[in-house]
Every structure is written in C-alpha cells, then in structure tokens.
C-alpha cells in the first residue's frame, strides 16, 4: 500500500473513450490498494486552440490574461476525469491548482512552483478517495492565476509526488520510456530500465523530448522517484507487470552498479537552434557581458557558448539560440552591440544541430571525447563547436549530419547493447 | 460619471470578431467618463460542448464535476475579453468567480448567491480599470466551484450590480428589448420603453425568454434599475442614444404614469409543459401532497395547479410539468401515487400551451378576465386551466392554438399601440 503520483498526457486523455481508459488504469492501481494522485493534462490540441484564439484576438497576448485562458484545458479534463472515475463506482475528487492550492511566483506563462498545500488532498486520501489535480497550473500570491510553461503538467506531477512524499511519481506518455537515442533515427535503440536523474537532466536538456527539464530538477531536488511508461499499452496490465515498466529515474548511486552500468546512456540531440558567432572582439574583461547582455535583456535564452584563446589581443566568440530567436538577436547584435565593441563581424547559421553523448559512467572513464570526435571524423562529419559538462559532451556539427551522427555514436558506444 | 454592469450573452462574444465589437462598445462607455464592470457568457456553444464532452463519459455527469468543466466556458472569455480592451488601449483585469470572489450555496449546476466580496473590484475600478468578470459562476463556502444554471450570467451582472450599487445593469443580447409579446408571431409587436420589475417577472415566469427569471428576482429585491438592449447594433452608436435604447426594467410606482399606462403590457406563451390529470381524488385534507409530495421529491418542477371545488366527497387535480419530465411524473404517479390514493384515473396531455397576459393595470381595472376569456371563445379556442395572480391571467389551451390566441389577445388589448 504506497501512495502514487500518476500524470496522463495530452494524447492519454485526447478523447472520452481514452479518459476512460485512463480511469480503468487507476481503478487497477487502487484495487491494489495504493492511494492516488493523478495529474492530467488538456486534451490533446486543446492548448493549442486555447492560445490560436487568444492571439486572434491579441497578437502578442497580455500574459496574466492568457494564462486565464490556456489554464481552462486542464480545469476540463480533471471535471472528466473524475467523471470517468466516479462512473467505474470509484471515490473521486478534482482539483484545479489554487483549490489545492498549488503557489506559484508570477511568472505568468512560465511560473515556478513555490509551495503546495496539502492538507485537503491528504484528507481525501485518507477517506479513500482518488484525488484529481489540475497539471501546468497553480496560483501566485496575490490570486492571479498562473501556468508552468509547455510541458509543465510534468512539473505539477513530481512537484506534487515530492511535497506528498509519494513513492513514486509515474509519467504516462505515448512513448514506453527512455531510450538510448531517438528509435526513429536508430532502430536498435534500446530502452534503459534505470536511468540516473544526472542523465535525465543532461538528456532534457540536450532536447530528448520524454520529460520537461524542470520536471527533472524537480525530481532531483526532492528525490522523487520518477517512473516514464507508456498509456498506450493495456490498461488492465497486471500492477505487477506495470510497476517495472518503462523507465526509472533513480537517485542511489550504488558503486557496484556504477561499475556495472555502461559508460554511456544515451545520444541526445536537438535541431531547434542556430549558431552565432562574433568575430574578432577585443580579448578584454566584461567583453562576454557586453555581448550577452543585451541577449539576455531581450528575454533570449542563449545555450552553448564557446570562447577560444584569444590571439593578438582578439578572440571569437560563438553561442547558440533557439531558432525562433535567431533574427531577433541578430538583429539586437548588429544595432545595440557592434556599434560599441568594435568586432569585425557577426555570422550566423540556423542549419546546424546539435549532439549530446550523455552518461554517469563518463566520469571515472578516460577517453570517451577522444572516441566520439574519432567517430565523427571517420564519417567526415566537421564539428563546429564542442561544450562539455561532468556527464555529457556536446557537439554542434551541420544539420544534415544529425541522424548519421546520431547513428554511428549511437553503434560506437554499443548502446543497442544491454 | 457612472457605474454600469454590462452583461454580454452568448452570441456577443462568440467570435473574436465579436469580441472585439464588445470591446469598442466598452471603450465607448469608458470613454464617456463611466466605471465599467463587464460580465460575458462563454461563447456562444460552448457550454453545450462542454456538457457534451461529460455526458460521453458519464450520461448523468457528477454535478460538482461537471460544473468544474461548465465553469471554463466563462473563463475563457473573460481572458480574451480583457486582452481586446488590452488591445484598444484600456487598462483591463478578469476576474473568474472565485477570484471576486461570488460565494453562492453548494447546490451544483443550480448554485444561488450568496454574498459578493467588493473590495477588489472597487480598487481596480478607482484605478480606471475595465473589471471583466466570469458571470454564471460562483463558489460555495467549501471553495468548490459552482455553476448558477443556465442564463446564469444574467443573474451574476445583476448581482454584481447590486453589490456594487451601479448606476443601471445593462443586458445586452440578441434582440432590442421586452416585446409586448412574440415579433415572430404578431409582427405588430412594439418593443416596450419602460416595464416595471413585477411585469417581467410575470412575463419571464410565462415563458419570455429574455432574462433568466432569477436575475428578474435579484433586480426586484435589490432595485437595480435594468436595461435589456442589443449586442448587435453598432458598437459606436452614441452613448446618449444607446442609453435610451432597449427597455428598462422600473421599480418607482408613479400614480400618474400608472393611470395613463396601458392596462395590459404583454402576451406571454410557453410551449414546453405538458399537463397531469389526476382524476376523482378523496377531497380530504392532505391529498394534494401526496400527489405532489413525491413529484418535488424526484426534483421535477411543477408550475400551474388548479384543483377545483369538490362533488361528493372526490375532487380533480390538473398541473403541468416540463414536458422533458412528463414520463418521469407519469411513472412516479402511476406507480408510487395511484396505489395509495385510489384515483379512478390519471390522464396526461403533452400537446399543450400556456397562454399569459401580463400588467400592472390588471390590478385596478375590472374585467380584464372576462375579456380574455371571450376574446378566446370568439376563436372557438377551448380554456383547459385558468391561473390567475395579481398581474397576470394565464391559460392551458390545445398547442395547436398558440399563434392564434396569441395575436388575438395582442390586438384585443390593443397592444400595438403605444
């Protein structure tokens, strides 16, 4: 008997008949005897709708009012939700995010969790009652009501997982868990049963898609043990068979299964963004600031950046920004930044992508960069820009090189291997 | 400078072409130097889908669940709403029920008023702010969401109204104002400049549709001087004419205007009801409760009762239901009535029609009854029930009639005339 988090996606409950297959899923987990949380999110394309009629209206929307909006999508399918629960002869509850409450700070469109209350939630649990919460949403302090930003139903989850002490926090998601790469691109990827919360964060991060990155620092900053698996299968699946499928986050690092584990995960890798460089600014303190300043002022998030050693009192300066961002900070460069820091000139390049390998077991293993710049030389893939951190290095390289990269990094880190 | 509570109906808002009409039309009344607080429905066939969704998942949906997901209708227009005044320039706030906050008593789907906190509204008011808020929703004491029933918006404007003692609630809908009955019937029909609270709620109670009876209530008991006036006009039309559009909705009881007023203001006709004989009942103290008792317990409304004087010792008892509950109290009588009771019979007629002639004038002219009864015998048109109140004579006749005595009993009373 343990208390459960589950969050059902978009496409999970995109339609009368898969809410109902989503309530039959959680009838079995409670005929089990667990207690459940479920956290669902606006049917699939709901969101979307929500936020095309809001720019019919306003093109660029007054955000505290979008998030009026855009949070009515979740409020439906936790009402249905219930519906479909209460139908199968269950106790159950819903809750949109400020009847939980869940605080958040004002951020509005991309707000962050603050706290959660959790005396009611508890109360109907302890009655034996299935509580429905509301993802993406919750309410700042003055009442206004806010949401987490795409993807931010993950968030609501393992928020509410971490400040209910769940034993564990289940995504439910069309795909069955985490695989060492994109199984589109290399049909020999293979799902990892574990996968550290490290990994998890560096693979978000790198633009594996499965789960929102703030969902993952979320788990990783409460240690919530986050399970990935898929709603597609069939619902009446023994619990048994259910509670060791898909993918688990985990926390413990258990030195023999360290030692065990393979050096690397997984390849990450993530199209969405473009390479700027500035060449030829002055090698001088402040120079990165005066660049990126303005970036940021702008609201651009900036990810890769790469200084070299300078030379002759000079050095280049490269970063990359999503490709949405790509004019309007070229644009900001070219009027608010050449014009004082003297560069000799700004170049971009919007079809790049960028290749992340990812794993824990990097760490305590020599030569793993050497291995994978041999790798992509051996196919004469350039690589025009290199980032690491503890556990992932990141290559930029020409976009028309992504699944090959992928492909031959994937086969030289024996991934499709358990 | 005034305070006035517009309320905008279904078709008014639903597209963001009219949104955005509604928006100019606001800006117009701010622009002439009044406080504004704007109550929209959700768009037009929203609601409907949205009870549609929950009835895929459970055909008699949970009714604190389903005002969960009724609730969102509202919400969404009152985010677009005030990002359209955004968009004009106007300082702009929404506020859903909870958030006013509306505090009505727990009766889901049928939520009724309670208190209206003010506090908020008035500072956002103070600071020149266009105060949108989600009509037809509340929330009880528990902090569950509640619904106020269909045409509620009507009652939350004049609420607010009442709260906020506006200057004058306006409903702006799809027709110009209170016919003296049907334009589709009798074309004849004159739009009425001024009707007092009694006679629109004679008139509502008799099957005009125009307001929601219990908006017409909370007028009454709270004097809020209300204007019925179309959405469909242009939104620019000057303020000083647009003010003395529609039809006002008067509690002051001028003698003079009185005396000079016509006797009779309107023929109202309800087709939705059918009607239940019981036939030879005991007439003894008590007997109309048990027949009555068990139809309110199974919730199903009764409107006209006539019962008349008895003949050895039986009596006949005759009401009408809403023709959608005429096979449910049909059952109820025949299963749990009829054997207690020892009627010799219970008949029903669902081809019926209701047929009300509605004034003040009533109350101090004499044979106004009669008068309506030889216009319809004039017709060969045969009176079934009589019901009769202070200001209103209302009629059962065979359905196929309607028309006919309607436009009889506009030209008898002469109601074409000013």
Same mark, same amino acid.
């Given at each position: 008997?343990?208390?459960?988090?589950?969050?059902?996606?978009?496409?999970?409950?995109?339609?009368?008949?898969?809410?109902?297959?989503?309530?039959?899923?959680?009838?079995?987990?409670?005929?089990?005897?667990?207690?459940?949380?479920?956290?669902?999110?606006?049917?699939?394309?709901?969101?979307?709708?929500?936020?095309?009629?809001?720019?019919?209206?306003?093109?660029?929307?007054?955000?505290?009012?979008?998030?009026?909006?855009?949070?009515?999508?979740?409020?439906?399918?936790?009402?249905?939700?219930?519906?479909?629960?209460?139908?199968?002869?269950?106790?159950?509850?819903?809750?949109?995010?400020?009847?939980?409450?869940?605080?958040?700070?004002?951020?509005?469109?991309?707000?962050?969790?603050?706290? /959660?209350?959790?005396? %009611?939630?508890? $109360? +109907?649990? !302890?009655?034996? &009652? =299935?509580?429905? #919460?509301?993802?993406?949403? @919750?309410?700042?302090?003055?009442?206004?009501?806010?949401?987490?930003?795409?993807?931010?139903?993950?968030?609501?989850?393992?928020?509410?997982?971490?400040?209910?002490?769940?034993?564990?926090?289940?995504?439910?998601?069309?795909?069955?868990?985490?695989?060492?790469?994109?199984?589109?691109?290399?049909?020999?990827?293979?799902?990892?049963?574990?996968?550290?919360?490290?990994?998890?964060?560096?693979?978000?991060?790198?633009?594996?898609?499965?789960?929102?990155?703030?969902?993952?620092?979320?788990?990783?900053?409460?240690?919530?043990?986050?399970?990935?698996?898929?709603?597609?299968?069939?619902?009446?699946?023994?619990?048994?068979?259910?509670?060791?499928?898909?993918?688990?986050?985990?926390?413990?690092?258990?030195?023999?299964?360290?030692?065990?584990?393979?050096? /690397?995960?997984?390849? %990450?890798?993530? $199209? +969405?963004? !473009?390479?700027? &460089? =500035?060449?030829? #600014?002055?090698?001088?303190? @402040?120079?990165?600031?005066?660049?990126?300043?303005?970036?940021?002022?702008?609201?651009?998030?900036?990810?890769?950046?790469?200084?070299?050693?300078?030379?002759?009192?000079?050095?280049?300066?490269?970063?990359?920004?999503?490709?949405?961002?790509?004019?309007?900070?070229?644009?900001?460069?070219?009027?608010?930044?050449?014009?004082?820091?003297?560069?000799?000139?700004?170049?971009?390049?919007?079809?790049?992508?960028?290749?992340?390998?990812?794993?824990?077991?990097?760490?305590?293993?020599?030569?793993?960069?050497?291995?994978?710049?041999?790798?992509?030389?051996?196919?004469?893939?350039?690589?025009?820009?290199?980032?690491?951190?503890?556990?992932?290095?990141?290559?930029?390289?020409?976009?028309?090189?992504?699944?090959?990269?992928?492909?031959?990094?994937?086969?030289?880190?024996?991934?499709?291997?358990?």
């Amino acid at each position: 008997m343990a208390l459960i988090v589950q969050k059902y996606g978009g496409t999970s409950v995109g339609s009368a008949e898969r809410i109902r297959n989503v309530a039959r899923r959680v009838a079995k987990w409670r005929a089990a005897g667990h207690d459940l949380v479920v956290v669902p999110s606006a049917m699939a394309g709901e969101t979307n709708r929500l936020i095309g009629l809001a720019k019919e209206i306003q093109p660029q929307p007054d955000p505290r009012e979008l998030d009026v909006v855009a949070a009515t999508g979740e409020q439906v399918t936790i009402g249905l939700l219930s519906m479909a629960l209460l139908e199968l002869g269950l106790k159950a509850k819903s809750y949109s995010g400020w009847q939980v409450k869940i605080s958040t700070d004002s951020a509005f469109t991309k707000a962050r969790i603050t706290t /959660i209350e959790d005396t %009611a939630i508890r $109360r +109907d649990l !302890a009655a034996g &009652t =299935v509580v429905v #919460v509301a993802g993406f949403q @919750g309410v700042d302090q003055a009442g206004n009501i806010t949401t987490l930003g795409r993807g931010g139903s993950d968030t609501s989850a393992v928020a509410l997982a971490a400040a209910l002490k769940a034993s564990e926090c289940q995504i439910f998601t069309d795909v069955d868990g985490v695989y060492t790469t994109d199984p589109r691109i290399v049909p020999e990827a293979r799902r990892l049963r574990t996968v550290t919360f490290e990994e998890m964060l560096e693979m978000a991060g790198a633009g594996s898609k499965v789960l929102q990155i703030r969902s993952v620092e979320f788990a990783g900053k409460y240690r919530v043990p986050t399970r990935v698996l898929s709603s597609l299968t069939d619902p009446m699946m023994p619990v048994a068979e259910e509670a060791q499928a898909g993918t688990l986050i985990t926390f413990e690092e258990d030195p023999i299964m360290a030692m065990e584990k393979a050096v /690397i995960s997984g390849v %990450a890798f993530n $199209r +969405d963004e !473009a390479k700027i &460089t =500035v060449h030829d #600014v002055p090698d001088r303190p @402040g120079i990165a600031y005066a660049i990126l300043g303005p970036i940021a002022d702008a609201s651009i998030d900036v990810d890769v950046i790469v200084q070299n050693v300078g030379h002759d009192g000079m050095t280049d300066m490269t970063f990359t920004v999503h490709r949405n961002d790509y004019a309007k900070a070229m644009k900001i460069l070219k009027t608010q930044v050449q014009p004082h820091i003297k560069c000799r000139d700004i170049s971009g390049d919007e079809r790049i992508a960028k290749v992340s390998i990812v794993g824990m077991g990097m760490r305590s293993h020599a030569g793993i960069a050497a291995q994978m710049f041999r790798t992509l030389a051996e196919e004469g893939i350039n690589i025009q820009m290199i980032s690491t951190s503890e556990i992932k290095i990141t290559v930029v390289i020409e976009e028309k090189y992504t699944e090959l990269a992928v492909r031959v990094l994937h086969k030289a880190f024996e991934l499709e291997q358990a």
